[in-house]
């Protein structure tokens, strides 16, 4: 089944703790992206990469580090995770050329204390 | 990107057809319109796109008026499953960032 998965779902963590937030597709799509989901800030992009070794700021990278060594995985890396990361976080893929059509992760619901 | 506004809730009876409208009065020639929407804290799910054509997929209907100033999304038969929030982005071709807005929350009643 074409997919994007997320791991973990939900994570609670402390304040200074790094952690990272997997993302892979099994779709060999190019494009993948991270987006966070704030009650009242609607889905803002985090960073983007589109391919291997090609990565790009979106709105919001303070923070947050990604990687892209191979095409079917994009992580998402939190050095020193603060409270206001507290978020609903997606990753999505598309192909190249059917950038209209992503598909999304089922999210990773992240809690900083 | 094309500024959109959307009614931020909307109701429908269970088998009718639903009508969700998106203003963008500032779309540019080379912009299209695309319809996603989000299932309770699920990941978004794209439906439609288009430029200037009426279209239509399995999902739904993107009618766009002539002056692409507007579009209206159409589910035909609207079932409980289609409970969600529906975001209409307007966006170059090619632009990988979708740049959601606060959507428009449709409730579908039994």
């Known amino acids: 089944e074409a997919q994007v998965t997320q791991n973990p779902r939900y994570l609670i963590t402390v304040t200074g703790k790094k952690l990272t937030v997997t993302c892979s597709q099994n779709?060999?799509?190019?494009?993948m992206s991270w987006y966070r989901q704030d009650p009242g800030l609607g889905l803002r992009q985090i960073y983007y990469?589109?391919?291997?070794?090609?990565?790009d700021k979106g709105d919001v990278p303070e923070g947050y580090k990604v990687s892209r060594k191979e095409k079917r995985n994009f992580p998402l890396i939190l050095e020193s995770p603060s409270p206001n990361q507290t978020s609903l976080y997606f990753c999505a893929s598309s192909l190249i050329h059917r950038e209209y059509e992503q598909y999304f992760g089922p999210g990773t619901r992240l809690t900083v204390t | 990107d094309a500024k959109t506004t959307q009614p931020p809730s909307m109701d429908c009876a269970e088998g009718r057809a639903a009508n969700l409208p998106c203003n963008h009065s500032?779309?540019?020639?080379?912009?299209?319109v695309y319809w996603y929407r989000q299932i309770h804290s699920q990941g978004p799910q794209y439906i439609i796109h288009?430029?200037?054509n009426n279209e239509t997929n399995e999902m739904a209907s993107l009618i766009i008026t002539e002056d692409r100033k507007s579009s209206t999304l159409i589910l035909p038969h609207a079932t409980l499953r289609d409970t969600a929030v529906y975001y209409c982005i307007v966006r170059q071709w090619g632009a990988q960032k979708l740049v959601f807005g606060q959507g428009t929350r449709l409730t579908i009643n039994p």
């Open positions: 288009g430029l200037k």
């Open positions: 779709m060999n799509h190019e494009y």
């Open positions: 500032t779309i540019s020639g080379n912009e299209y």
């Open positions: 990469s589109m391919n291997v070794e090609v990565t």
